[in-house]
């Protein structure tokens, strides 16, 4: 649908049209479902808790050494107790936050609530003119765009300061920044890359970035772009004058993840690194929409791989894989599509929020969730998912790290109260098939929030129940029942 918008100003006519824009997207194999196929999955989790205890130890025997050197800084003999005069060093902060496994207030690491090991769900963007297609993470559980540049993985690509100090580059840098026996590319993940000397369109924007996620991070510099979001051929969202992330070095998880070249965050500025207009407020911004809102409908689960998984709806409603909009939540906060929630509860097991402060000194109460294209199962509280595993039969498997559940299991429907209102997401949507024939109990434990990040992360079994209005205009979301949920 197109509408003729005609603006006057200072006695020029200007026509700008709006409309409404739809992108297929794809179900891929996650990275798990790979792994766990091909016998690496508990490989991989011990290896990636080993680099994170090795870096864990690098910090506790380096860091009194490092700020006693440091003459703005006092001396201190207790790490947990004086951590916060690093305050003074927001970015050394940052970092040990992230491995200390909880954020300091003020210092939140936002987009850690996203490890992608599940995604499964991409969508095709393109870059530049003439135009170079990337597969991304549509995702609404962060803010920037980022992909692949033609010099990722160099040496080069490493920021200086990362050669001048060991510890300093185990803080601020990517781990193959640390290797100083490497010389050589590496291959990112054998990603697609962009190559800025083959576009017209391209401006150099000269910020560098880091991005940090739940399974690691990556960094670069920004650049200024004409970005497309659908596939070259198709009716495409075109916004002129994108500022996205140019990746020069990633961790291992990234380039483990050969499905998918980079992310699209679709969340708020105030969630973006750097606080980047993200691709979608720049569209609604220059008047490219006919509502600046977008509507994702999700409907295939289980390990099948490139099959078509869903539609995301820029600009309008989606009423064929859609019912009508139920209801509209008002968001709790402009960050993630966080809103207030009144209890979980699956079977015997009813779960609300009952503590108002964590030990912390944070706020708990009420429980706040997001919901998030980019997680595929559902995250919460260590107590109430263990409390709803058991009220089934879940078992949780410490190697894997994963609930398991029978198969033909016939627990109740998990029903989730928003003000007053319930929403059951099926038993079939929770049971999730693994490629070596057992079922996954769509759940995951979550530490405690720290005030500012979220209780509970509704995936991909809410988002696939329910269509998802996800309106920026006017800060909230719509819950519309799936079409596909009668079928």
Not at 191 to 204: A, E, G, I, L, V
Not at 424 to 433: F, G, H, M
Request: aromatic content about 10%; glycine content about 8%.
């Amino acid at each position: 649908m197109k509408n003729l918008v005609l603006l006057v100003f200072l006695g020029i006519l200007v026509v700008v049209y709006s409309e409404v824009y739809q992108v297929k997207l794809s179900k891929v194999e996650s990275l798990r479902q790979r792994l766990v196929r091909e016998g690496k999955w508990r490989d991989y989790l011990k290896q990636k808790h080993a680099k994170r205890m090795q870096k864990h130890r690098v910090i506790r025997q380096n860091l009194k050494s490092l700020v006693n050197r440091d003459e703005k800084l006092p001396n201190f003999h207790d790490f947990e107790d004086h951590l916060s005069i690093l305050d003074q060093h927001p970015k050394i902060l940052r970092k040990i936050s992230k491995i200390e496994g909880r954020p300091r207030m003020h210092e939140v690491t936002h987009q850690n609530i996203n490890d992608f090991e599940d995604v499964s769900y991409i969508g095709n963007i393109t870059i530049g003119t003439p135009e170079q297609t990337f597969s991304v993470v549509m995702d609404t559980g962060s803010s920037n765009l980022w992909i692949p540049d033609k010099t990722c993985g160099t040496n080069t690509s490493c920021d200086s300061t990362c050669y001048q100090n060991q510890f300093i580059c185990s803080l601020l840098c990517l781990e193959s920044c640390c290797q100083t026996n490497d010389t050589g590319p590496h291959r990112c993940g054998g990603k697609r890359f962009f190559d800025s000397s083959k576009s017209s369109t391209y401006q150099s924007n000269g910020e560098k970035f880091e991005i940090g996620y739940g399974t690691g991070e990556c960094s670069g510099f920004m650049g200024v772009e004409t970005v497309r979001l659908g596939d070259k051929g198709t009716s495409q969202l075109i916004i002129p004058k994108t500022t996205f992330g140019q990746v020069t070095a990633m961790d291992d998880f990234f380039e483990q993840s050969t499905q998918f070249d980079g992310i699209l965050g679709m969340a708020f500025q105030n969630l973006a690194e750097d606080k980047v207009l993200p691709p979608l407020l720049n569209a609604i911004n220059q008047g490219l929409l006919d509502q600046p809102l977008f509507m994702v409908a999700l409907y295939e689960k289980g390990f099948e791989d490139n099959v078509a998984g869903g539609v995301i709806t820029y600009g309008g409603l989606d009423m064929t894989n859609c019912n009508p909009v139920q209801t509209y939540i008002k968001l709790s906060r402009v960050l993630y599509f966080q809103y207030e929630i009144d209890q979980v509860k699956v079977d015997y097991s009813i779960n609300r929020c009952v503590q108002d402060y964590n030990q912390y000194g944070d706020q708990e109460c009420p429980w706040s969730a997001i919901s998030d294209t980019g997680t595929s199962f559902i995250g919460g509280p260590q107590f109430a998912v263990d409390a709803i595993s058991d009220a089934v039969n879940a078992i949780w498997d410490g190697n894997d790290e994963a609930y398991y559940i029978d198969c033909n299991s016939k627990a109740a429907p998990m029903e989730i109260t928003i003000n007053d209102q319930k929403y059951t997401i099926p038993v079939s949507e929770l049971i999730v098939p693994t490629a070596n024939n057992k079922c996954y109990w769509a759940f995951f434990p979550m530490g405690e929030s720290d005030g500012f990040s979220p209780n509970w992360v509704f995936g991909e079994p809410w988002i696939r129940t329910y269509c998802h209005v996800f309106d920026l205009g006017q800060k909230r979301v719509g819950l519309a029942p799936s079409k596909h949920m009668n079928n």
